[in-house]
């Protein structure tokens, strides 16, 4: 069912014009900023220039063309049937580096294009790169990944509710305002508003303006600039942000570099929780400008407000001493070194939060890379690491190069790492951060007694993202009793996040009418549009032992997300479970199809024809499984227990 529209969910938002008279300066500075700007309707004036004379963009073997058609923008590219149409233009999202067009659909939606514009050349260009997707694919741009309601419009907008309703697959998404204003950063204004025309002039504090604490804070722009999931759907500033959402950290997924830096879209927040500067109680606004979050001074001089000996917790700094670079290049720049950039989307140039330190001796060892080879490109890594070790000598050799030596030897499933991970679990100097990133590596061997006494232990911890990681990693640990145990005592925790973390690893066995199992259906119920949502609920059915009713959802992930292995995999189980081999064996041609060098796809195949019988075809899966990946362990395994079965 489509979730209720409360009255009071934009009771108190009053607009940002409603700030312009007492805020004049500030609103025009948002008015130009990226929050300002972050979503609009299309102006015939000033967009203009991107279609019109009309243009084409070549990506793959696909043209697109861009147009204006009388007073209409048009894309014309291949829609959902993969037929060559024009699409209507009547949304846009960004500004600089790109803006981003959206186009209506039925059911409530409006779908992102991938044909994406940079204001500053005036080019046109294809978002994803070489990555081509077409028409059918999840990530195409008529598919779920690129559903505005889904995954752009809450970070795009004030106050908005998605309001999806499963049963039709339709969306009635509503909004107090268009763009990220005011109140999306001070919540609702009428109070403040009828206060100030009250007490015009007055000297009095306004007590209808209360000022955020640093957590709360820094929660706040977290919740937008941070790969998350949403548990609610109705966070407000002021809120905790783990009361709404579960932050993705490094993990096995391998969207960060073992030493914390990004790798995917990653986005701010979680790499800077990691960072030295938050735990010394730097927060965004020490940096950024409250309105528009620009920079509040200009190359080192924000750097060196503090660390110039005036911040009593800041390392003193010569900059030129320091850097061994002139202060007139890049080279001489603190963030060149200590916030590398990355690309994203073709045109977005992104600066790394987590303030790492520059190892080169580490893109050596672990090919992680290294702010110095970033600029000097033409030069080897041999060529930075004489150079380190010149400048800086054994003040490289620091805790945080030891930390990530472990987290990539876990990575990399080395057993040696597990004991070096306990011990950085119960190390009093580590921040919440990383003590959250050692017990998510830890799931690897969390059924072993040192790392389940430990994990344990974490789960007593005061910060919640630490407990969330240790609960989740526990979950294979479940037969013994003391673990299941401390882990019921988690769905009582009073932090949203670490209450569904319990939820779903005690699924099988949930009271869904308690608090953490009403917390999960919740979260279940936001995710039930995409093709993860529509799995996770599957996973659900089938821990409490609903194979055909947990079908039913596996089939929706599977068609909205047509070519992901893991979904195709589960379903082939699953019907062959229940008794439709000749159905599974669909299933895992389309995920080999898709993906045709995952060993696991015919590691899968090779195990459900050995289960019915089918011996000879199922030898032949697994050694096709070892010929893609000859030390893929599964396969190794069960082709030893085949041979051992003669």
């Known amino acids: 069912m489509a979730l209720a529209e409360p009255s009071t969910n934009f009771v108190g938002y009053v607009g940002p014009e409603s700030c312009r008279d007492c805020h004049p300066v500030e609103y025009e500075r948002w008015a130009q900023s990226a929050h ?45 049937e993969s037929n060559l149409q024009p699409f209507h233009v009547e949304r846009v999202i960004g500004n600089q580096p790109l803006i981003q067009f959206l186009t209506p659909f039925s059911g409530g939606r409006y779908q992102v294009h991938e ?11 294809y978002v994803y790169g070489d990555d081509i997707r077409n028409p059918g694919e999840f990530g195409h741009w008529t598919g ?26 339709t969306y009635h998404t509503t909004m107090a305002s268009m763009s990220v204003n005011c109140e999306a ?21 306004d007590p209808t303006v209360a000022p955020l604490s640093p957590q709360r804070l820094m929660g706040l722009c977290g919740s937008c600039h941070s790969r998350n999931t949403d548990l609610t759907g109705d966070f407000v500033p002021g809120d905790s942000f783990y009361d709404h959402y579960t932050l993705e950290i490094p993990d096995y997924s391998e969207r960060w570099y073992a030493d914390g830096q990004i790798k995917d879209e990653d986005y701010e927040f979680a790499s800077f929780l990691g960072s030295k500067m938050y735990q010394a109680g730097v927060t965004c606004i020490d940096c950024h400008t409250r309105d528009v979050t620009k920079p509040q001074l200009h190359g080192n001089d924000l750097c060196m407000k503090c660390h110039n000996g005036g911040f009593p917790k800041a ?22 070194c200590h916030m590398p950039v990355t690309v994203y989307m073709q045109r977005h140039p992104r600066h790394d939060h987590g303030f790492t330190t520059p190892d080169p001796l580490l893109t050596k060892e672990l090919n992680i890379p ?8 033409d030069k080897t890594t041999d060529w930075a690491v004489k150079y380190t070790d010149e400048w800086y000598g054994t003040n490289l050799n620091r805790c945080s190069r030891t930390r990530t030596r472990w987290i990539a030897a876990a990575e990399a499933g080395k057993a040696d790492a597990k004991d070096k991970l306990i011990g950085l679990l119960s190390d009093t100097n580590q921040s919440p951060y990383w003590l ?57 925790d009073p932090v949203r996040n670490v209450r569904v973390a319990a939820a779903w690893v005690l699924r099988a066995t949930l009271d869904v009418q308690s608090q953490a199992g009403q917390d999960l259906q919740r979260m279940l119920e936001l995710e039930a549009d995409q093709p993860t949502g529509q799995f996770e609920e599957a996973m659900l059915l089938l821990s409490r032992r609903q194979p055909a009713e947990a079908l039913v959802h596996l089939s929706k992930a599977t068609a909205w997300d047509p070519i992901s292995p893991p979904f195709l995999c589960t379903q082939a189980q699953l019907q062959d479970q ?39 075809e199922a030898k032949t899966a697994v050694n096709r499984a070892l010929k893609i990946q000859p030390d893929f362990q599964p396969a190794v395994e069960l082709q030893q227990q085949m041979a051992g079965d003669k």
């Open 185 to 205: 950063c001070h919540g609702p204004l009428q109070r403040h508003l009828d206060w100030q025309k009250a007490h015009y002039k007055s000297t009095t504090p």
């Open 115 to 125: 044909a994406s514009y940079d204001p500053k050349s005036n080019q046109w260009f």
């Open 370 to 377: 290294n702010a110095c080879n970033r600029c000097h490109a």
């Open 315 to 336: 390392l003193v700094i010569d900059a030129l001493g320091h850097g061994h670079h002139k202060l007139t290049n890049k080279g001489g720049e603190c963030i060149g």
């Open 36 to 80: 300002g700007l972050a979503e609009r309707s299309l102006r015939a004036a000033t967009d203009q220039i991107a279609f019109n004379p009309p243009r084409s963009i070549k990506h793959g073997a696909d043209t697109t063309k861009v147009r204006t058609n009388g007073s209409e923008f048009q894309i014309v590219t291949l829609g959902l």
């Open 436 to 492: 959250a990133v050692s017990a998510a590596f830890l799931e690897k061997w969390a059924d072993e007694p040192a790392t389940k006494t430990a994990l344990v232990a974490k789960l007593k911890n005061e910060h919640p993202l630490v407990r969330e990681r240790a609960v989740r990693s526990l979950e294979s640990a479940l037969p013994d009793t003391n673990v299941l145990a401390a882990l019921n005592t988690m769905l009582s």
């Open 144 to 169: 779920r990944g690129m559903n505005w309601n889904s995954e752009c419009a809450e970070c795009h907008n004030t106050r908005l509710k998605k309001n999806y309703d499963a049963a039709t697959d």
């Open 578 to 616: 229940l008794g439709q081999l000749g159905e599974a064996l669909k299933s895992l041609d389309r995920a080999e199809a898709a993906v045709p060098e995952d060993p696991h796809i015919p590691y899968v195949r090779a195990t459900l024809l050995k289960r019915n019988g089918w011996n000879d």
